[in-house]
């Protein structure tokens, strides 16, 4: 078990270019460090990620974070941006301190896209989602909070003055969350940031004796009992009660930083309060009938799953030799198109002059595809802007710009 005293705090926001999916991709990530006492070590950093030509971002993302692809100079390829920051999370004294890890998430898609281990966060001590936090406090704890989910409005809330809306005014809000939750709400933090060897623990009892516990999750927004049935590295599978009360099997991406205790956490005020029959529900759970087995598995375990023998054996060979010229002619053809893709985004200088070709082809399909859709989010959130808000209306100019500079 990692030491108190060496223990380290990686306050980390990505900037994500879309909703989190197998196709997801970032704009960067910013962060610093902390000491176990949470003083500041060091400066604060931004790692700045290229987005290819082919690749149109959401404009609502962009906006909302203020950002504009490409606008480092400094920015890198996606595979040596995951390797520039693979080693902050390879520490076995550091826990992590995000909002919203389901972002974080990305980094598998792109582990994925660049032939890279999915793994990235088995070797941390613990993750801290401080969304996952403020509404655990709202649920069980002092502090309340109304405003949106929005790492700058919850800091604003809890008293963070802030100019801009950039990513290092983002990782401010985020520390001074962190600092007010651990003052104000400090048992439950605490409890949050336990090392996952404890939470993995404490799932594996729950299987072994039979019981049940209990999880928040703060993307969907729900709170729910439920019954361990197996857990594989960090995935667990369960059984919950669906709307009409009938068992349902669910599984739990535990590299999502979700809140899972005890269901005596569960108080006889905080069931009424939530409206929660934890008895009668532990009891359904645990009676023994059938139950129809669902298990949808995160997006980056399903694509590794759903390979075939051969292209699964093409990935591993790329992603444990780096060989992406000698690559079997059995392999499907979607697996050849994202080896092309790689090497185009990464490796340029691979690239014959015929693949330069079909790879600028590819770019230009793909844009006059996608830019309907991203004209059409930029005109929407600029109808609706303030009309004396300068600021927002010169950084919608410079997003609907952006089109036109690939």
């Known amino acids: 078990m990692s030491n108190n005293i060496d223990r380290q705090y990686l306050f980390v926001l990505p900037v994500p270019l879309m909703s989190s999916s197998l196709n997801a991709r970032l704009g960067g990530i910013a962060f610093f460090k902390t000491d176990a006492t949470f003083n500041i070590i060091g400066k604060k950093e931004f790692i700045a990620c290229r987005t290819p030509p082919f690749i149109l971002p959401s404009a609502n993302f962009l906006y909302s974070q203020g ?23 390879k520490e076995s004294n550091t826990t992590i301190v995000t909002f919203s890890q389901r972002y974080m998430q990305i980094l598998k898609s792109i582990a994925l896209r660049c032939f890279k281990d999915v793994d990235v966060f088995n070797n ?48 401010d809000a985020l520390y001074h969350v962190t600092l007010h939750l651990l003052k104000n709400d400090n048992r439950l933090l605490s409890y949050l940031m336990q090392g996952n060897a404890q939470k993995y623990e404490l799932i594996d009892k729950s299987i072994a004796d039979n019981t049940c516990l209990f999880t928040l999750d703060s993307d969907k927004k729900e709170y729910f009992i439920f019954k361990a049935l ?43 309060d939530l409206k929660i029959d934890k008895d009668a529900i532990i009891s359904k759970l ?29 990935f591993n060979k790329i992603k444990d030799k780096g060989d992406i010229l000698n690559i079997d002619k059995r ?31 590819y770019c230009v399909q793909a844009l006059q595809k996608e830019a309907p859709r991203y004209m059409k989010e930029c005109e929407l959130i600029i109808d609706n802007l303030n009309e004396n808000d300068n600021k927002s209306f010169a950084l919608m100019n410079k997003i609907s710009n952006y089109i036109t500079t690939l």
């Open 124 to 171: 941390v001590f613990s993750i801290l989602d401080i969304k996952v936090a403020l509404q655990s406090c709202n649920l069980f704890g002092n502090v309340k909070t109304k405003a949106k989910d929005s790492i700058l409005h919850k800091a604003f809330e809890l008293g963070f003055k802030f100019d801009n809306n950039d990513i290092f005014s983002r990782l």
């Open 67 to 89: 950002f504009i692809p490409n606008s480092y100079a400094n920015a890198l390829c996606e595979s040596d941006f995951f390797d520039k920051i693979l080693p902050l999370f």
């Open 286 to 314: 645990l009676v023994d009938e059938e139950y129809e087995e669902n298990f949808i598995y995160p997006f980056y375990k399903d694509y590794l799953l759903n390979l075939s023998k051969v292209d699964l054996n093409v």
């Open 230 to 272: 197996k857990r594989e590295d960090n995935l667990l599978f369960a059984l919950k009660l669906d709307f009409s009360k009938n068992k349902e099997t669910v599984s739990l991406d535990l590299d999502d930083a979700k809140l899972i205790a005890p269901t005596n956490i569960l108080t006889e005020k905080r069931c009424f």
């Open 331 to 361: 392999a499907s053809r979607k697996l050849k198109q994202k080896i092309f893709l790689f090497k185009a985004e990464n490796k340029e200088g691979l690239l014959l002059d015929s693949e330069r070709q079909s790879y600028y082809q």
